[in-house]
């Protein structure tokens, strides 16, 4: 198999052209030939760097200076076999052409194609610098790393330009080996974190919620902690032989004075239906997430700097790490596990939701308390009264 053939199968086999039958028979001829091995390797490794640097045109003039290296060579070879079989003096001449030709066409070749792969393994080893997350991690430590981006969300669209040049069509896009269309498009660079450092164990909060109601009780002020989001108007108040009763949804819990969080133990149903109002209220509030009872996470939270807020989860050292950066300076996150699932940031009284399958920086994404469950359990609620009602 000719060095053309065999480029062609790569192109094919990295860009998943190849069906199962001809992914099988390629991989044993690999497997069985070492240099087939190492030029699949250095391919794989070219595509990779120009998918994830975006470069679409790098990999068209590789081929267009290999292309036109391959057309030099085939001319040259044509004319020498043809002058070997139809006139030695030909031969002669052509012989002659080769040596006495313009020398900077060749080395122009060359030169592109070397600095072309020198550029390409610059990427290649900047790409692969990792940075182990650790307690001594230097502060001048930096991470690459990547966003695919919808086009649809940039301000600034240069195809739309392109497009009146060329009375309204769009520019043709083009093909790139080894990408599919919607990566070529989407693959745009680079959200990067700088001077990681790791923030400390008080910064991650863990809770499990909802969590058993508790309450305190002091001056007429009723404050219950563990479901932010219970509906007021199921909350109900009596008075049963002087002690008070709280009823929520069918459950009632005796409620005493007290000023240490104490928890509220269901009594079961009572009767209620001979109640009657008495002249006095209770004022009630609802404790948001942010009061409740945390318990230990496994999850590490590191800061970084970064032109905009991002945020990235990672395994590190067998443990979720999660690297913010972008915030603002002065600012003290604080990083809520909500149910060992659910992962929210909280800076001052702005609440993000962070999803923690995201393995690449992504931007933070605000969330808002009027359209959002998820944001109210951090706000504070307002106070209100209920009546107090008698039963025997």
């Known amino acids: 198999m000719d060095q053309e053939s065999i480029q062609d199968n790569i192109d094919r086999y990295l860009s998943g052209e190849m069906n199962l039958d001809e992914r099988r028979e390629f991989e044993l ?25 975006g470069n679409q045109k790098l990999r068209k003039r590789l081929d267009d200076y290999y292309s036109a290296y391959l057309e030099e060579s085939d001319f040259d070879n044509d004319q020498v076999g043809q002058a070997d079989v139809d006139d030695p003096k030909v031969t002669t001449l052509n012989k002659t052409y080769r040596l006495s030709g313009p020398p900077w066409w060749r080395l122009g070749i060359a030169a592109g194609i070397t600095g072309l792969l020198v550029v390409c393994m610059i990427f290649f080893i900047r790409q692969h610098q990792k940075v182990e997350l650790t307690e001594e991690t230097p502060t001048e430590t930096q991470v690459d790393s990547l966003e695919e981006i919808n086009p649809g969300d940039s301000l600034d669209d240069p195809s739309k330009d392109k497009q009146e040049k060329n009375g309204g069509q769009p520019e043709p896009q083009q093909s790139v080996p080894g990408t599919t269309k919607e990566k070529m498009i989407r693959s745009q660079p680079v959200y990067a974190f700088s001077n990681i450092k790791r923030l400390p164990k008080s910064s991650v909060r863990a809770v499990n919620y909802p969590q058993q109601l508790q309450y305190t009780f002091k001056n007429g002020m009723l404050i219950l902690y563990g479901d932010p989001l219970i509906p007021p108007l199921r909350l109900k108040l009596f008075r049963q032989k002087g002690r008070l009763l709280l009823q929520f949804a069918d459950d009632f819990f005796f409620i005493d004075p007290t000023e240490t969080v104490r928890p509220l133990n269901p009594l079961g149903l009572l009767s209620v239906s001979d109640s009657q109002p008495l002249d006095e209220s209770i004022r009630i509030r609802l404790a948001n997430l942010q009061e409740s009872k945390f318990t230990q996470s496994d999850l590490e939270v590191w800061i970084g700097t970064s032109p905009q807020q991002i945020y990235s989860f990672e395994e590190k050292n067998g443990k979720n790490a999660l690297i913010l950066g972008g915030l603002p300076e002065g ?62």
């Not at 001829?29 to 070219?46: G, H, M, W, Y």
């Not at 001052?348 to 469950?373: H, K, M, Y």
Request: net charge negative.
């Open 29 to 53: 001829e690999v497997s069985q030939t070492p240099e087939i091995q190492r030029l699949l390797d250095f391919n794989r490794k070219l595509y990779k760097e120009i998918e994830v640097w």
């Open 331 to 392: 600012e003290n996150p604080l990083v809520y596990v909500v149910n060992g699932q659910t992962f929210f940031l909280v800076l001052g009284a702005s609440v993000f939701e962070l999803d923690n399958a995201v393995n690449q920086p992504t931007i933070l994404r605000q969330i808002n308390g009027a359209s959002s469950a998820n944001a109210r359990i951090f706000e504070d609620s307002k106070e209100f009264e209920r009546k107090v009602y008698k039963i025997q």
